[in-house]
């Protein structure tokens, strides 16, 4: 009875001792202050960033005792001022790891851009930013905001906070406090078997995909939009007959959909009302003879959710079949690369406009003139502009360090330094780690299609928190188990994979699954959990699906993961779907929420709901939107919670940039880890998305780029692409068929050999397209590849 008491109610404070110092600022200070600021009390100090007049004062207008801190700004065109216990051993509270802490102080307020502002000291890098935790409101009278810190992570040993001024007006504050959050009770034992409750368990579905999806896109109703059109299946291309469909994971049953153009290689992203914007696709299949390579399309749709059906949009400006979508914190979205209408390569960046409902004419979208190449992964920085993590499909990377920022209002791309072997980052995974706040990305793995080496173990980390940030070297991904055609074996050496998928967890975690050793051959079955935590990966178990070129991987509103597809460079397609139960769902019973006051979100909000049990975070994870394993817009966003017993205030972030407008998945998760089943929320608010709104509170992150920005190019129309941008040589089998113009490293330039590999990987027969034979594989000159003549009058 008393343990199910114990879990029936939040963790309260260890006791009633509050660790700050001079709380009520009755101590004076000596020195502290600049600007207009009189001297700071003792054990506070002032912070704050930007062009903007402002003032700290120690006021007489106090809560309780004889004073209170006014900040107050009467001019601002950006930055902040903040008032912050002091950074020091002395005056910042001690702070043990794992632990949460009940933060809270009374104010009074004439600014709605205020909020509670957390930085932690870290035993290696420092003092440094954590995270924003609550907006305050307006309010002519005291009133009093309290909240609770995440998990304090590993390595830091103390805390500093305080109010945060980011709009002119001013914020009085005075009686502080910090306790301690009890640790929660013990968890009951995990419910499986030992290596399940270590590594998850895979299950295979027994009902297959019904069409050849390279597009898997997760719906605000739970369900999953897959995406074929014509499936990289030239016949059914000539045939018209191009595919959707609608998975429904409750019902385990698919309804597939009536789809107007082939969206082979389009982009997707959800709008902020829960539609699907899909862009472009595949206007035509390369030639036989490799003269003519792919060719995007113009066209665009829109998908209902509710009828399930796609409208026509108006057009793109360009082809672009394999581009980018980021929605941005306005709504809108952004599009970059791909190839145009004639094969080359598009340098026209889109802008899909929310308030108009439509693609924005050329002379109304800001230009470089740049070409990003194929699925360039785009993501959204906390101040608006753009990360490109190196991450993209196809051959070399960019120009110069291979990652950049673009900056869409100031026009100008910055190259960022550090990103390793960037040319074979081809169908790497790049994803912003949880939470949002923090800003980092990590990418891992990848390529190259062109020379075809073995894939790499690479993964590298950037914190786009630092004034001039730069990617370093993170661990090795774990290695899995391959066959290059003498039978299952554990990867060596460098082998690592491509093609492989990352994925948010509501634990905070990433799992990052499935790949392939060369182009379109050789699955790679590994699957490990990152922790940003501690950055390391954890091995699990693996798909036992092979999840190589268009494969997808992606999180349910249940908690578990979904994969599906690969398409080897023989042509065929892997139907068999798999979902993967992971750790955290063998752990007991789940937290449940038990009601969502409201599910229509505003920025800066405080929303409550109520759980049967005690949870230790809550968060809003972006559904999946992925392809090629790019999804840029796929975030976990921490809502810090306000703890008064099973009733749970969470705090919404006001910064848009950090959360677009739309719909998302809301989890509550315990202190093992395990998540609630997610409950559907709609964040936005016309007052946050306005054109002349400010976008909350942002910070001077990425100030300081080491390069310098390089302005825009010189208008042109495209940029030259390989007709062989795939890695793929036409003059041998159909289009949707890959001999690869470069063949992995271990198999010897003869054209035995060579048709040994392409035997071993079932390629079938093969006709030769026209009369070239460059890789040597019809020495006998009867039009069709690896017979037996040729072979033997090739003698080798």
Not at 303 to 314: C, I, L, Q
Request: glycine share 10%; proline share 8%; charged share 20%.
């Amino acid at each position: 009875m008393a343990g199910g008491l114990l879990l029936s109610v939040q963790q309260p404070a260890v006791a009633d001792v509050n660790l700050i110092k001079n709380p009520g600022f009755e101590t004076a200070g000596t020195g502290g202050g600049t600007g207009g600021a009189t001297d700071m009390p003792y054990c506070w100090e002032q912070s704050g960033w930007g062009d903007n007049d402002f003032t700290f004062t120690t006021v007489a207008d106090a809560h309780t005792g004889a004073k209170a801190l006014k900040v107050a700004l009467s001019r601002r065109v950006d930055g902040d001022r903040k008032t912050l216990i002091t950074e020091s051993a002395e005056c910042a509270p001690d702070v043990e790891q794992d632990r949460q802490y009940d933060l809270s102080l009374w104010y009074k307020s004439t600014t709605p851009d205020a909020s509670i502002t957390l930085f932690r000291h870290d035993t290696t890098a420092g003092w440094q930013y954590w995270t924003d935790l609550k907006t305050l409101d307006l309010s002519t009278g005291y009133q009093r905001a309290e909240v609770r810190t995440p998990a304090v992570p590993p390595g830091t040993d103390r805390i500093t906070w305080g109010v945060s001024v980011y709009g002119t007006g001013s914020v009085t504050t005075d009686d502080y406090a910090m306790t301690e959050v009890a640790p929660p009770p013990a968890q009951p034992e995990c419910a499986g078997t030992a290596e399940e409750c270590a590594d998850g368990k895979w299950e295979v579905l027994p009902t297959e995909n019904p069409v050849r999806s390279m597009h898997s896109v997760v719906l605000n109703n739970g369900k999953v939009l897959l995406i074929a059109g014509s499936g990289n299946d030239p016949e059914m291309f000539e045939a018209g007959t191009f595919t959707s469909a609608v998975y429904d994971p409750e019902k385990g049953t698919y309804r597939t959909i009536p789809t107007p153009d082939d969206m082979f290689c389009s982009g997707h992203v959800q709008l902020a009302d829960g539609r699907v914007l899909v862009m472009s696709g595949n206007e035509a299949y390369p030639t036989a003879d490799g003269t003519v390579g792919y060719r995007g399309l113009k066209d665009s749709y829109i998908f209902d959710a509710v009828t399930e059906t796609y409208s026509r949009t108006n057009d793109l400006n360009d082809g672009h079949w394999y581009p980018s979508a980021t929605v941005m914190g306005n709504g809108d979205v952004m599009s970059f690369g791909g190839l145009r209408e004639d094969s080359t390569g598009s340098v026209t960046a889109e802008r899909w406009s929310a308030e108009q409902e439509k693609w924005l004419p050329l002379s109304q979208v800001n230009q470089t003139w740049s070409y990003w190449g194929l699925y360039p992964s785009m993501i959204l920085m906390q101040d608006g502009r753009l990360f490109y993590s190196g991450s993209h499909v196809f051959g070399n990377g960019t120009p110069g360090t291979g990652s950049s920022v673009y900056d869409y209002e100031a026009n100008t791309v910055t190259d960022v330094p550090g990103l390793q072997d960037k040319d074979e980052r081809d169908q790497s995974a790049s994803v912003l780690l949880p939470p949002a706040q923090d800003q980092r990305v990590l990418t891992i793995g990848g390529g190259n299609v062109d020379s075809d080496p073995d894939a790499n173990r690479l993964t590298d980390l950037i914190d786009l928190k630092a004034p001039s940030p730069r990617y370093t070297p993170g661990p090795l991904l774990p290695q899995g188990t391959v066959d290059l055609g003498d039978g299952p074996r554990p990867e060596a050496g460098t082998e690592g994979k491509m093609y492989g998928s990352a994925v948010l967890l509501p634990d905070g975690k990433v799992l990052e699954t499935g790949g392939g050793l060369h182009n379109r051959a050789n699955p790679v079955y590994e699957a490990s959990l990152f922790d940003p935590r501690t950055e390391t990966f954890d091995p699990v178990a693996a798909d036992p699906e092979s999840r190589g070129y268009h494969s997808s991987a992606f999180l349910l509103p249940d908690g578990r993961v979904m994969t599906t597809g690969d398409n080897p460079g023989n042509g065929s397609w892997n139907h068999a779907v798999s979902l993967y139960t992971p750790p955290y769902l063998l752990k007991g019973p789940r937290p449940k929420i038990t009601s969502v006051i409201d599910s229509q979100w505003l920025y800066g909000d405080t929303q409550r709901i109520t759980v049967d049990r005690p949870i230790e975070k809550a968060e809003l994870i972006r559904p999946a939107a992925v392809t090629h394993s790019s999804d840029p817009n796929q975030r976990f966003v921490d809502l810090p919670l306000s703890v008064d017993g099973n009733n749970i205030d969470l705090n919404v972030t006001s910064n848009p940039n950090l959360a677009p407008p739309g719909w998302y998945m809301l989890f509550a998760v315990d202190a093992a880890g395990v998540p609630s089943v997610a409950q559907w929320v709609h964040l936005g608010g016309p007052a946050a998305l306005a054109a002349d709104a400010e976008p909350g509170h942002v910070h001077d992150f990425a100030g300081k780029l080491a390069q310098s920005p390089k302005k825009p190019q010189q208008k042109r129309t495209s940029a030259p692409v390989s007709r062989q941008i795939a890695g793929c040589d036409r003059h041998y089998g159909s289009a949707n068929v890959c001999v690869p113009t470069v063949f992995p490293t271990a198999v010897p330039a003869t054209t035995k050999a060579r048709c040994d590999w392409l035997a071993a990987n079932d390629y079938g027969r093969l006709a030769v397209n026209g009369k070239d034979d460059p890789l040597r594989l019809d020495p006998d000159h009867d039009g069709a590849a690896c017979g037996k003549g040729d072979v033997r009058r090739a003698g080798n």
